[in-house]
């Protein structure tokens, strides 16, 4: 039976897997589970709710709060903001959890729920595990004082532009930068704090009429973006996506600035002013080779997570680490936030364009981004992967050929019978043939 959480909360399409009941059901059960100590303490537990502009939204979070207040939980809703200011504000309302109501960079008929633990973290598994146990359960029923009170968050969206303020090391005059909010959570607060930065905004994808979220802007359409940059002659572009817990960019010539560069900019940066903790910074496993060099080269040790916000969330933790992030986009700043921030990782992205007096193509430079080639080797053994001892000679054999120039990933996928073969070179052809050789070993060996 498969787990209802995924490695991001629970998603699908809104009012097919994603209902009113099965909203009304997860808040009864996070209720119970995360509402457990306050009330052992005496006291009624909080929790702190927002959403994304999609027209689904409103229902699935009328639900929500409706579950959360009955079963006695105060409820705070903080409307349309973006997911990472529902994680700062549960922290800084000391909050018991929040539940942010969003299917991020999904198209609109899509929705889903996150549940952040209190101080505005994700859940480990074991949470989610309980609450999906509990869902079983006979939810709590009080009454008459008992139940809980369903308030607005009228000031949310003023706390989190202070917080993402006061963070800035340098502000943003004299800069042009294009936004795209994707028509989704960022586009009220994110024109704002970039202009109360400093900056001179020209704003796109900030229209969110509940069905247009993602819908050809934001970070995953940066086309839109390049465009409109070089348009305006800006000197860079911002993009968020629906729920603005990532941040991808594009220079002055609308030429992509992935999350591998961003972290790198910001890595170097926070080193020079001694604020990148051991001088280490957290990617995944699926991060550039060109990202590990540029980082070697500026005296930075880079340690490798999983792929996913949350392994890189754990291995900061874990690590007592200060920056960490992934190529698409999702960068986390621990000194000032909790999970993936768009609008922050934006905001020092710029200020140290501001702050160095270089431009973003110059400061992307730094990282040299090697060709890469993904395959999907469908109707194998996934978990077959490490033991083959053919496969692991025919990946030694390609490792060795490529030398320093590259590198090999094979990753099982988690939830179906597929094996991704990564390649990374120095060309794109050498990429695309080691990639087509071991695709083909992996089907070979490892064919059900």
Same mark, same amino acid.
């Given at each position: 039976?498969?787990?209802?959480?995924?490695?991001?909360?629970?998603? +699908?399409?809104?009012?097919?897997?994603?209902?009113?009941?099965?909203? !009304?059901?997860?808040?009864? #059960?996070?209720?119970?589970?995360? /509402?457990?100590?306050?009330?052992?303490?005496?006291?009624?537990?909080?929790?702190?709710? #927002?959403?994304?502009?999609?027209?689904?939204?409103?229902?699935?979070?009328?639900?929500?709060?409706?579950?959360?207040?009955?079963?006695?939980?105060?409820?705070?809703?903080?409307?349309?903001?973006?997911?990472?200011?529902?994680?700062?504000? @549960?922290?800084?309302?000391?909050?018991?959890?929040?539940?942010?109501?969003?299917?991020?960079?999904?198209?609109?008929? *899509?929705?889903?729920?996150?549940?952040?633990?209190?101080?505005?973290?994700?859940?480990?598994?074991?949470?989610?595990?309980?609450? %999906?146990?509990?869902?079983?359960?006979?939810?709590?029923?009080?009454?008459?004082?008992?139940?809980?009170?369903?308030?607005?968050?009228?000031?949310?969206?003023?706390?989190?532009?202070?917080?993402?303020?006061?963070?800035?090391?340098?502000?943003?005059?004299?800069?042009?930068?294009?936004?795209?909010?994707?028509?989704?959570?960022? &586009?009220?607060?994110?024109?704002?704090?970039?202009?109360?930065? +400093? #900056?001179?905004?020209?704003?796109?994808?900030?229209?969110? =009429?509940?069905?247009?979220?993602?819908?050809?802007?934001?970070?995953?359409?940066? *086309?839109?973006?390049?465009?409109?940059? @070089?348009?305006?002659?800006?000197?860079?572009?911002?993009?968020? *996506?629906?729920? &603005?817990?990532?941040?991808?960019?594009?220079?002055?010539? /609308?030429?992509?600035?992935? +999350?591998?560069?961003?972290?790198?900019?910001?890595?170097?940066?926070?080193?020079?002013?001694? @604020?990148?903790?051991?001088?280490?910074?957290?990617?995944?496993?699926?991060?550039?080779?060109?990202?590990?060099?540029?980082?070697?080269?500026?005296?930075?040790?880079?340690?490798?997570?999983?792929?996913?916000?949350?392994?890189?969330?754990?291995?900061?933790?874990?690590?007592?680490?200060?920056? /960490? $992030? %992934?190529?698409? $986009?999702?960068?986390?700043?621990?000194?000032?936030?909790?999970?993936?921030? +768009? !609008?922050?990782?934006?905001?020092?992205?710029?200020? %140290?364009?501001?702050?160095?007096?270089?431009?973003?193509?110059?400061?992307?430079?730094?990282?040299?981004?090697?060709?890469?080639?993904?395959?999907?080797?469908?109707?194998?053994?996934?978990?077959?992967?490490?033991?083959?001892?053919?496969?692991?000679?025919?990946?030694?054999?390609?490792?060795?050929? !490529? /030398?320093?120039?590259?590198?090999?990933?094979?990753?099982?996928?988690?939830?179906?019978?597929?094996?991704?073969?990564?390649?990374?070179?120095? =060309?794109?052809?050498?990429?695309? &043939?080691?990639?087509?050789?071991?695709?083909?070993?992996?089907?070979?060996?490892?064919?059900?």
């Amino acid at each position: 039976m498969s787990r209802l959480f995924g490695t991001d909360g629970v998603r +699908g399409l809104a009012n097919r897997d994603v209902t009113p009941q099965s909203a !009304l059901s997860l808040a009864q #059960a996070a209720a119970r589970v995360l /509402g457990e100590g306050p009330r052992r303490a005496g006291r009624r537990p909080t929790a702190v709710l #927002a959403r994304d502009p999609r027209l689904s939204g409103e229902f699935i979070g009328a639900a929500v709060a409706a579950g959360l207040a009955g079963s006695g939980v105060d409820v705070f809703d903080a409307g349309v903001i973006p997911t990472p200011a529902l994680a700062y504000l @549960v922290a800084s309302l000391e909050a018991d959890f929040g539940v942010m109501i969003s299917a991020s960079h999904n198209p609109a008929p *899509d929705n889903g729920i996150k549940i952040f633990a209190e101080g505005g973290t994700k859940l480990p598994d074991e949470t989610e595990d309980r609450i %999906e146990a509990a869902m079983a359960e006979q939810p709590l029923a009080p009454i008459g004082a008992d139940v809980g009170r369903i308030s607005r968050f009228a000031d949310a969206e003023d706390r989190y532009v202070l917080h993402l303020l006061g963070s800035l090391p340098h502000r943003l005059d004299g800069l042009t930068i294009v936004l795209d909010c994707a028509n989704g959570a960022a &586009a009220g607060v994110s024109p704002q704090v970039f202009t109360d930065a +400093g #900056a001179k905004v020209i704003v796109i994808g900030n229209d969110p =009429d509940g069905l247009n979220i993602n819908d050809g802007v934001g970070s995953t359409h940066l *086309d839109t973006l390049a465009r409109a940059v @070089v348009h305006h002659g800006a000197d860079a572009g911002i993009a968020h *996506d629906g729920d &603005a817990d990532r941040c991808l960019a594009v220079d002055a010539d /609308g030429r992509i600035v992935d +999350g591998d560069q961003i972290m790198a900019i910001l890595a170097v940066a926070m080193k020079d002013r001694g @604020v990148l903790k051991d001088d280490t910074l957290v990617a995944t496993v699926m991060s550039n080779l060109g990202l590990h060099r540029a980082m070697h080269a500026a005296g930075i040790r880079v340690l490798e997570a999983n792929v996913g916000d949350r392994y890189v969330l754990e291995t900061l933790g874990a690590e007592g680490l200060s920056l /960490g $992030g %992934e190529q698409s $986009g999702h960068v986390i700043m621990s000194a000032h936030a909790t999970t993936g921030d +768009g !609008l922050l990782t934006g905001l020092h992205l710029m200020a %140290e364009v501001a702050r160095s007096g270089r431009t973003l193509a110059d400061l992307a430079s730094a990282v040299t981004i090697y060709p890469q080639v993904l395959l999907n080797v469908r109707e194998v053994d996934r978990d077959r992967v490490r033991s083959d001892t053919h496969l692991a000679q025919a990946i030694a054999a390609e490792e060795s050929a !490529l /030398g320093d120039t590259g590198r090999v990933l094979l990753r099982p996928s988690g939830t179906e019978p597929v094996v991704r073969v990564m390649v990374e070179a120095a =060309d794109q052809m050498t990429a695309q &043939a080691v990639a087509s050789r071991l695709a083909g070993v992996v089907r070979e060996r490892l064919a059900l």
